[in-house]
């Protein structure tokens, strides 16, 4: 993963203003689970090569990422040469009525050419129905880019709800979530501020993104990840036991 400059917490007259440490996104499973640990230019991944798919991917989207035009949609899916073991391959989705979903999306990565094209390892790709992907999830994702323009940075984790007896696809038997989460931290007016969400993987319609919004500590229950575990405790308890919604604009 890029290395990122990071500043001091610094105080200006009366205000305080808080900075994330470095690699804060990254988080730890509190499940045993098969992982590989896999940093790539615009995110990082905890591969399962049980399940074929993401136990979660983080990265950190700037401002300046996510308003950068410079690369433009690889589209060309394949196998992460980096993961060792069992992987998905292209036609595990063939015909099957799933789409290859992103989970760090194409959209947070045209500020590189290699992001982009690592963004379509399919260690990066889970099977969502369509509706699901290119409706609500989508919506997050486009929202997501709009809180970074605003914020300067979001640090995001995304991925399935690993269970032990998910449905498989294809010949490799990929994994097929039942269900599927995005935790998301960032600073307004110099404070920690942190919202998560569940969805199943199922068309949501037009069920409006914000009635979607939980603490992150939900989200922790349900997959057994601790999120954001290099903040201090006294400042991760807070971030994480509520949302305050007039921090996140829509």
Known sequence: MRVKDEESNRSQGNTFTYTFPANVEIPTLEKKRKEQIIRHEG???????????????AYEL?????????????NKFVPDPQVKGATAL????????????????????????KAMRESFYLSNICPQKPDLNRGI????????????KENGSLWIVTGPVIESEMRRLGKNR?????????????????????VGF????????????????IPIDSVERVTGIDFFPALPDSIEGKLEARVDRSRWSF
């Not at 569940?198 to 919004?213: A, H, I, Q, V």
């Open 90 to 113: 292209n036609e595990d989705y063939t015909r099957t009525g799933y789409d290859r979903g992103h989970l760090a999306p194409a959209g947070d990565m045209k500020w590189s050419a």
């Open 174 to 194: 990929v994994g097929i979530p039942k269900t599927f989460y995005k935790v998301i931290c960032t600073i307004v007016d110099g404070k920690p501020t942190g």
């Open 43 to 57: 995110y990082t991944v905890s591969y399962n090569s049980d399940y074929r798919i993401a136990n979660w991917v």
């Open 198 to 213: 569940l969805f199943d993987n199922k068309d949501y319609g037009k069920t409006p993104l914000r009635s979607m919004m």
């Open 62 to 74: 700037t401002a300046k990422e996510a308003k950068s035009k410079k690369a433009e949609r690889s």
């Open 137 to 148: 999830w989508k919506d997050l994702e486009e929202q997501s880019r709009l809180w970074a």
